[in-house]
């Protein structure tokens, strides 16, 4: 088996692809052999972002923001985009996640916001999962409010190097599988 590094090598760009074809221009963070087969951790070089909608809650008291779904966010894109152009940002179509190019806006207290993530897990340990974002732009579509938003922490890619220099999606299944062998390796590696 070859090994990971003549793949890619550690701080080198690849392209990341899923199934619809969509790519993701990433740098190889670390890079590893898990069972015979190369795997790497990526960061993408473009901005992910992600869009919220804002909706009534269960009990119909309280605004909540909700996660807009893969298949509304064809209907959202354009006037995202235009809204991200007027910051002189380019909203794309990437794998796994939609992702900005230019210049962010700095950070500040007033446009950061902390998001619960852990309430739909099952596992309990993680029910107090949190995430934090920092707010982009919002704009209105047919009466909803929308706020597009960048994790304020890194996105770290697991994926599959393959012997064309690429790099593909793990699916779900495999990641799941695979998680314990990874976190020993990369604990491994961290020492």
């Given at each position: 088996?070859?090994?990971?590094?003549?793949?890619?090598?550690e701080g080198?760009?690849?392209?990341?692809?899923?199934?619809a074809?969509?790519?993701?221009?990433?740098?190889?963070?670390?890079?590893?052999?898990?069972?015979?087969?190369?795997?790497?951790?990526?960061?993408p070089i473009d901005t992910p972002v992600e869009i919220f909608a804002w909706a009534t809650d269960e009990d119909g008291e309280e605004e909540v923001m909700v996660d807009v779904e893969d298949?509304?966010?064809?209907?959202?894109?354009?006037?995202?985009?235009?809204?991200?152009?007027e910051q002189n940002l380019h909203l794309q179509r990437s794998a796994i996640t939609l992702t900005v190019a230019g210049d962010l806006p700095d950070a500040e207290e007033e446009n950061c916001f902390t998001l619960d993530v852990g309430e739909d897990l099952e596992d309990e340990e993680d029910e107090d999962a949190s995430e934090?974002?920092?707010?982009?732009?919002t704009f209105f579509q047919q009466d909803?409010?929308?706020?597009?938003?960048?994790?304020?922490?890194?996105?770290?890619?697991?994926?599959?190097?393959?012997?064309?220099?690429?790099?593909?999606?793990v699916p779900p299944e495999e990641f799941e599988r695979l998680q314990p062998e990874l976190e020993a390796t990369l604990f491994d590696l961290l020492e």
């Open positions: 088996m070859t090994p990971p590094s003549e793949f890619a090598q080198s760009t690849v392209t990341l692809r899923d199934e074809g969509r790519s993701l221009p990433c740098q190889v963070e670390q890079t590893f052999d898990l069972g015979g087969k190369p795997y790497a951790l990526l960061f298949e509304d966010i064809d209907s959202l894109f354009a006037t995202a985009k235009a809204v991200l152009a934090d974002f920092q707010i982009l732009a909803v409010e929308y706020t597009i938003c960048t994790p304020v922490d890194p996105l770290l890619i697991f994926a599959y190097m393959t012997p064309t220099g690429d790099a593909e999606v």
